[in-house]
């Protein structure tokens, strides 16, 4: 769904394959994985997801052999219902329902990470984890385009010069790095720098450059949007 209170399609997807492999996708976004964020890494002819009245959440083939238990199931059936769905935040859940209790508690989800699914945050938006909670944020010199809603993204805070202009010579921009944040890679040029000055300079020096990834000594000049930002270890900056 878009939203807790909107039913209507959201931005995540999940496929059962014809190669068995149960998988979640970003929507409109092709079958491949670069683009995967769960996958069951199962195989096999007919493979079909099911839920028993017992939250027993698994995948079996044509042959009726399982070939993943995703939950082992055998919990209480008295009073309590179990639904499997995709959350908002794009993750695959199994919940239990307690209709006496009025409550309800997750027994399964497809992965843990909660800034694993693609497309989160939103075009120029990235995922950071705060005490086990995803929040969305934006690189220096871009706002939230909705700041209620997170999946819209981020947009520039200025209007940049078109590069026909005949005023872009006196336009002064700058490079501002954001540390330890990967992204989708959909470089148009691509150099050996041997210091993150340097690729900046590239950058600045080319009017089709709006951003550059750099690490370990390669430039990658980038247009935006940028998308699937996240924040990790990892030293691209």
């Known amino acids: 769904s878009v939203s807790e209170t909107d039913d209507s399609t959201g931005i995540f997807r999940i496929k059962m394959q014809d190669d068995g492999n149960l998988v979640q996708y970003p929507v409109r976004k092709p079958d491949t994985s670069e683009y995967a964020y769960y996958a069951s890494n199962t195989f096999g002819n007919g493979v079909t997801l099911n839920l028993d009245g017992d939250g027993h959440l698994y995948l079996i083939n044509s042959s009726l052999t399982i070939l993943s238990n995703l939950t ?18 794009g993750i695959f859940r199994l919940y239990s329902y307690s209709s006496n209790q009025g409550n ?6 497809s992965v843990e990470d ?3 699914p693609k497309g989160l ?5 990235f995922c950071t984890m705060m005490d086990n909670v995803a929040e969305c944020r934006c690189p220096p010199g871009f706002d939230f385009v909705n700041p209620g809603n997170w999946s819209s993204g981020c947009e520039r805070n200025f209007t940049a010069e078109s590069c026909k202009s005949n005023s872009i010579t006196n336009v002064k921009y ?4 954001l540390e330890n944040t990967v992204w989708e890679d959909n470089a148009f040029a691509t ?4 210091t993150q ?3 900046e300079k ?12 750099y690490k370990d000594g390669e430039c990658r000049k980038q247009r935006l949007p940028l998308t699937y930002g996240k924040r990790t270890s990892d030293s691209n900056v």
């Open 72 to 89: 082992k199931g055998g919990y209480p059936q008295d009073g309590r219902v179990y639904m499997a769905k995709i959350d908002v935040d």
């Open 104 to 109: 309800r508690s997750i027994l399964w989800e």
């Open 114 to 116: 909660k800034c694993a």
């Open 121 to 125: 945050c939103g075009p120029n938006g």
């Open 174 to 177: 700058e490079i501002r790095s």
């Open 191 to 194: 150099m050996e720098t041997s």
């Open 197 to 199: 000055e340097d690729c």
């Open 202 to 213: 590239q950058c600045l020096d080319d009017c089709n450059c709006e951003a550059a990834f």
